[in-house]
């Protein structure tokens, strides 16, 4: 396909996305409806959908218009692509730019690819640091990969991708952390994979893990499992502590026997509602706006509602009030999420304080500033 004629294709994508449809799920069905487009093709459309996606608002304003057709002019315009080239009406080709179109426009601003509504809690929990984070996040996040040190060490890991072109380094976020920087579409098919040494795993969930108090012997449970990156990394830390995984939703933790059976951990499944316990440390990583991490998840930025950001807030105060029941006196409590908004974060902590009297040992809040993706934790210590 010519550059212009995935372009075209883009714009159809993004037109159904915009009408409700889950941009994965089109362009699932894109593919299967054009067999003739390579794994070439299909991931350059695929990068175009996900660029408009997170920057939705600036190339609306630079495209004069919030559909396919306007996010694809204002992306052209961003990147200084040949518009006329493109736009040219050709075979496969997008129709030729009308006058109005043809306008130049100003530049956008940043605050357009954050969500109107959500700015003043933006501004109000990260102060100066907001405008920069804004525009941090219209950037691509960058893949990380966790090496899963009970089988090999960094060295290895890196010199095991290169020879399959996979290109990775060391990052300063966590001693557990490379930043793949050429060859991630190779990573699911790369032995290191395949034989458990590296994960898939933002380097912010890494840095998190490695502040957990955990040690050989304990009890510990990661009751928001969902599909165990927590309890993984916890297992690669401390291969002899007794790690369980809960969720609300069984389903969400199919796929953790197998990936612990990849990475040589041994990892206890609870059922919904039956957590056991009490355990020397629970790990809840709440459910969350999410908002730390929507460079990569740009459609659930566009459709977080005021609502569901207070229902998200009063469920994790419920799920705090159930996980601080589960832990040993003298134990701790990490609480977690991916979000950068105080509500979330340092505001559950500080009622749960007041509320439990316990103290709070350790703090850390990473932000897209940071190299990876927005996170917070706080350990909460039971008293003995
Ligand atoms: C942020 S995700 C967890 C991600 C996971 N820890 C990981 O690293 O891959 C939050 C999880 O909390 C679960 N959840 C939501 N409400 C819950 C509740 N009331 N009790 C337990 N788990 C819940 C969701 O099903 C979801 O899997």
Redesign the pocket.
């Known amino acids: 396909m010519t550059p212009a004629a995935r372009i075209q294709a883009a714009i159809e994508i993004l037109d159904q996305t915009l009408a409700g449809s889950p941009a994965e799920q089109v362009l699932t069905n894109w593919a299967r409806a054009h067999r003739f487009a390579g794994s070439g093709d299909r991931a350059a459309i695929r990068d175009h959908v996900y660029e408009a996606l997170r920057r939705r608002g600036s190339l609306a304003h630079l495209g004069g218009g919030l559909s396919g057709r306007g996010l694809m002019i204002g992306l052209a315009r961003a990147e200084c692509l040949d518009l006329e080239g493109i736009f040219s009406g050709e075979r496969f080709a997008p129709a030729p730019l009308t006058a109005s179109e043809a306008v130049p426009v100003d530049p956008a601003d940043a605050w357009l690819d954050w969500p109107a509504w959500l700015r003043p809690a933006l501004e109000e929990s990260q102060a100066e640091k907001a405008a920069p984070i804004v525009a941090a996040m219209q950037r691509r996040a960058p893949v990380f990969l966790r090496v899963n040190l009970a089988k090999a060490d960094p060295a290895l890991a890196i010199s095991m991708l290169a020879e399959e072109e996979i290109v990775a380094r060391r990052h300063p976020l966590a001693a557990t952390a490379l930043e793949v920087v050429q060859g991630e579409r190779k990573i699911s098919g790369s032995r290191a994979y395949q034989s458990g040494i590296i994960e898939l ?1 933002d380097a912010a ?1 890494q840095a998190i893990a490695s502040v957990l108090p955990i040690a050989p012997g304990m009890r510990v449970l ?10 993984l990394a916890l297992a690669a830390r401390a291969p002899e502590a007794a790690i369980f995984a ?4 069984a389903g ?1 933790m199919r796929d953790i026997p197998a990936r612990a059976a990849r990475a040589g951990a041994r990892i206890g499944l609870r059922k ?1 509602g039956q957590p056991g316990g009490p355990y020397d440390l629970v ?1 809840v ?4 706006s ?1 908002s730390g991490t929507w460079r990569r998840t740009p459609e659930a930025k566009w459709a977080l509602t005021p609502d569901r950001l207070e229902e998200l807030t009063r ?1 994790q105060r ?2 705090l009030s ?1 996980a601080r029941t589960l832990v040993a006196p003298g134990g701790a409590l990490a609480y977690m ?2 979000s950068l908004l105080a509500d979330e974060n340092e505001r559950q902590v500080a009622a749960f304080l007041a509320e439990t009297g316990w103290a709070e040992d350790a703090r850390l809040a990473l932000t897209p500033l940071d190299g990876a993706d927005g996170f917070f934790a706080s350990v909460l210590r039971r008293a003995e």
């Open positions: 795993q969930s990661d009751y928001c499992a969902g599909g165990g990156g927590k309890a809960h969720d609300i939703d969400r919904p790990v990583d709440a459910p969350c999410g469920i419920e799920i159930i999420t991916c």
